[in-house]
């Protein structure tokens, strides 16, 4: 049995909201931007979008745990999905591709996927760390956790540090041709926001 996608959309939340962290570079909010990315790439990429949605709107839903425990929160995200997804009877025949993608989802994990599903989650989730959502992500992230916004010295892992060490490395990692073009505008908006905020720091601007 096929449902809708905002049939779907709604019964994931009434299950999932309430598993997110209150972190908000990765609360529900993100896992609403990363499902409305992946139905844009989508469109011009193929995929099937109810595992999309089912992907996207999951996970992230461990994260908590990664945070208060240090598990993975990629591998705990599937678990919890999967638990979802047959709660609420989703299609049993596409629940391992919704695992799969949430699984291969991660960053520092340095996976190629090979499904389609899961290129693209990689790239929304990715996107979603670019541009002026990115920064704000950043910001949000590092304050939370006590981290200087900047550095006077070099290499002390200041939020600025992490531009440098992740961000401005994501547009090269991705897997689809939309989503390359989606994160040029993005990238030249973090860079002419660093470039801005550094001028600033030094009273230039
Ligand atoms: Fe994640
Ligand atoms: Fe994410």
Redesign the pocket.
């Known amino acids: 049995m096929s449902i809708s996608i905002d049939n779907l959309l709604e019964s994931i939340r009434r299950e999932a909201e309430k598993h997110y962290s209150d972190d908000p570079s ?1 609360d529900w909010l ?2 609403e931007r ?1 499902c409305k990315m992946c139905m844009r790439i989508c469109e011009k990429e193929g995929g099937d979008p109810q595992v999309l949605v089912a992907a996207a709107l999951l ?2 839903v461990g994260m908590r745990y990664e945070l208060e425990q240090g598990i993975d929160h990629s591998e705990k995200s599937a678990e919890i999905a999967g638990e979802i997804l047959s709660r609420i009877g989703f299609q049993s025949e596409k629940i391992s591709m919704v695992l799969e993608a949430i699984r291969e ?1 991660r960053f520092r994990k340095g996976v190629k996927p090979v499904s389609i599903e899961s290129r693209i989650l990689q790239d929304a ?1 990715r996107l ?1 760390a670019m541009g002026a959502i990115g920064v704000a992500r950043t910001f949000s992230h590092g304050g939370r956790r006590g981290i200087p916004m900047y550095s006077s010295s070099r290499s002390t892992g200041s939020t600025v540090d992490h531009f440098y060490e992740k961000l401005l490395k994501l547009k090269n990692s991705l897997n689809t041709e939309t989503a390359r073009r989606i994160a040029e505008e993005r990238h030249a908006f973090m860079e002419a926001f660093l470039s801005r905020f550094l001028k600033e720091i030094e009273g230039e601007a």
Do not use: G, K, N
Request: avoid cysteine; hydrophobic fraction near 20%; aromatic fraction near 0%.
């Open positions: 990765h993100h896992a990363v996970h992230d989802h989730d979603d």
